[in-house]
């Protein structure tokens, strides 16, 4: 089988997401802002579910003064910036020497002067160094990964740096997630063919050693109508968010408080 994935002349925007009827106007808006604030943000999600198409969305809040390098794969994003600047991994020759890796991307990304670090998708121990870079002065860096819900994201990004070489105790990995992670957008293919962003959910901190998180929005199953279509509607939990200082930092505090709750 061959899989083609043809992009847009049209670069899809969350407002056109919106539109589609993949979040509401308050998700919207608030990713809007987290993404203009420099929030540090996963997004999480099965196969085909939109994981791309949501960080190319996100990428247009990105300042156009702004320094952005990401890292793939295989070449799907496709930033608007002027200082963007592209780097894809290479598989070893026929002999299995040459092969340049995620994780030898990222350690080689922080040595040029990034503002943001984007990843198409974390599969390793690659995640700690992208971690340390969201500590460590690079805010509103960006990734996604394959999981079926937030809690099960902070879960599959703990594993995948305990079953690397970084000899770090669970409880100080952990840590290092709920210090660096902001939000995780959680989005989902339903069973009719629709997708729909199903969740946004903060990363407070730690609690003992527990990673505690917080729902801003979540997408409620109602019905399913006669012709098959999934109907839900997105709700707010109306929590103040734990981010809102980022969100003040850049003049969004009321805007984003208004759309959260």
Known sequence: AISIRKFSEKPITLDMLKEFGSMSEKMCTA???????????VISGG???????????LSKM???GERVLTIEDAAELRLQQPHWLPLETRPPNLEGQGAITIGDLVKNALRMRPDRIILGEIRGAECFDLLAAMNTGHD???????????????GRMENMILMG????????????????????VQVKRLR???????????????EGDVIVTQELFKFEYLDESDDGKILGEFRSSGL?????????QYGFDQAYLEACL
Do not use: F, W
């Open 165 to 184: 070489d970084i000899k770090i105790p669970k409880e100080a990995i952990s840590r290092q997630i709920a210090e660096s992670v902001d939000l995780i």
């Open 192 to 206: 009719d063919g629709s997708r729909r962003t199903t969740n946004i959910t903060e990363v407070i901190g730690m």
């Open 47 to 57: 196969t085909g579910s939109g994981k791309t198409t949501m960080l190319n969305a």
């Open 62 to 64: 990105i300042d156009p």
């Open 140 to 154: 509103g860096s960006m990734c996604t990964l394959h999981a079926n819900s937030p809690r099960e994201c902070l």
């Open 240 to 248: 103040r968010p734990y981010t809102l200082e980022k969100a003040r």
């Open 31 to 41: 990713l809007k802002i987290a993404g203009a604030s420099r929030m540090n943000i």
